[in-house]
């Protein structure tokens, strides 16, 4: 539409992080979890194993099923091997542990104890008993709230230098868009927790030259479409209208699909007129030095001029534009 504004938009993420040190602790009862392949080299026959089936680990410690499965029989010399989830018997620091080995305890004493084992997929983790640290939700809230503030400044910055020449993005111009469920909450050393917030900020930005003759144009009644701009363009207020201030894709509007929006622009500008500067040199052209404030009265843009012709005894200014030299004082807003 040839009435409305055209914007481009500019997306940036990033991420940031803030330390918070609480002294609030609860009660935690947890038993160690992990993943282990259990093995079936004892013979082709499958083998159930009911849930909660003993494990002994390598490090002495008894883990148990979480559920019932079957190991498949050899194929071959291939041992059949199943998946299964276990935890600790106790909830212990204790049960924490890196990759084991483990053993069906209620094998012990029959020949399937040492055809029968099992193997710990990576960690296990989780078993604690006693009192931790954990942050309350004001802690978390102002934290947050602390990083969203943080980082659209920061993401602003990066957009700033990405902007093209001839294009502005006001401070106000963007939105940031943030999901606070999945926000990274780490425990540290010293009972300090480490807080990531990850964002994307997604800027309005706006071609100068357009959106000066807007201005111009819904402002000054006399406005001839004439080139004009805005010395102080960067100190207007930019403010999304209601409705729009609080998008996020959480609405269910992909921000990088907006095609449309709508805001305003508060504050004091001062219009100026540009000067079509090799305009008036070919008006001057060859011209005779009294023609001069005649020539100046076609262009009422020009507030006032000096003349100063080399060498002072010459009465006409030079036929060649590159002997012309136009110096332009635009005025500029207190």
Known sequence: NADMLPFDLIIVSGEESEAVQTAETKNVSEKARGVVSIYNAFSSASQRLDIDTRLEGSNGKIYKTQRQVVVPGMRGNIPGSVEVGIYGKEASEEYNSGPLDFKVFGFKGTPKYSKFYARSRGEIAGGLNGKVPIISDAQKLAAVGDLKKILQK?????????????????????????????????LSKDNTFSIKLK?????????????TKKIAENNISEYDGSVVY?????DLAFSLSAGQAGLSNKDGILLEDIKNINFNLKGTAKIIWKLDESKLIADLLGKSKKDFNQILLQYPNIDSADLIISPFWKTSLPDKSKNIKVIVNYTKSN
Do not use: H, M, R, W
Not at 230 to 234: G, P, S, V
């Open 230 to 234: 805005l010395d102080n363009i960067q």
């Open 154 to 186: 920061e993401l602003f910055k990066k957009a700033s230098v990405q902007i093209p020449n001839g294009f502005i993005l006001f401070k106000d111009a963007v939105l940031l868009d943030i999901d606070d469920n999945n926000t990274d909450i780490v």
């Open 199 to 211: 964002g994307t900020l997604y800027g309005f930005l706006f071609n100068i030259n357009k959106l």
